[in-house]
């Protein structure tokens, strides 16, 4: 199986490079958005002598344009490499909007070894048992749903319109059912702010979720503990 490497550190598509060969693997390294995007489009080309099964590790800030860009344009081109997102911008946020141009995961820098090593062999499982890897991407809450591959959120079947913030916000509290998440760490992760005890944007999109999510006929799943912070879950007695 082959790797493509799109990063421009070369410290870092060097380790990347000697690691997934102590591997194994086959990598090819490209430093720019332009020449990655060459050879991605090289991989998927049947008619191509580098045709084969392949992963691409694409970073979002490349010299010459956005990782971001280099993905939308695979997936419009209708390239099905697998495509795993390498980056130091690491909020939900920016997660969010990293699969919504058609990555099928992200992982953020620093990261292990290892964890990587699991992901690409996660994405290679991909191909042989979609059902299963679609089914994985998916997180769901009582009859809460969200489809991370279109970023869609359902509650009993019924799609509930939400904002890009609301979508990261609720991600954020589903990917942990019945943890308690405080306001500074939903800060950190859906704005990327760091604790600001003068701020009230937090509450202001709790009760926005709230609105649309706690809807009439159907238990309340987000759940305020006073002075702590927000989480989400089912409660057999709910609380106020």
Not at 160 to 189: C, D, W, Y
Not at 218 to 237: N, S, V
Request: charged share 30%; with cysteine; glycine share 6%.
């Amino acid at each position: 199986m082959k790797i493509l490497i799109i990063e421009d550190d070369a410290r870092v598509s060097s380790f990347l490079d000697r690691g997934l060969k102590a591997e194994g693997y086959r990598t090819t390294v490209a430093a720019t958005a332009s020449v990655g995007l060459t050879l991605a489009r090289e991989l998927a080309n049947p008619k191509s002598e580098s045709s084969e099964e392949a992963v691409i590790l694409l970073d979002v800030m490349l010299p010459d344009g956005s990782g971001l860009d280099v993905c939308q344009t695979l997936r419009a081109e209708r390239n099905t490499t697998p495509i795993l997102m390498l980056t130091a911008l690491n909020t939900v946020q920016d997660r969010v909007l990293g699969l919504r141009t058609g990555a099928d995961d992200y992982l953020g820098k620093p990261f292990s070894f290892d964890e990587l090593l699991a992901r690409i062999e996660a994405l290679k499982r991909r191909g042989t048992q979609v059902n299963t890897v679609s089914q994985s991407r998916k997180l769901s809450v009582a009859d809460l749903e969200l489809d991370l591959e279109r970023m869609k959120l359902t509650r009993a079947g019924r799609e509930v319109q939400l904002t890009a913030k609301e979508l990261a916000l609720i991600e954020l509290l589903m990917s942990s059912p019945g943890r308690l998440f405080s306001r500074e760490r939903i800060l950190s992760n859906v704005w990327g702010l760091n604790e600001d005890p003068l701020t009230n944007v937090v509450d202001v999109y709790i009760r926005r979720l709230r609105s649309k999510i706690d809807l009439e006929g159907y238990p309340p799943l987000i759940h305020t503990q006073r002075g702590l912070g927000y989480r989400l879950e089912l409660l057999a007695e709910t609380e106020s």
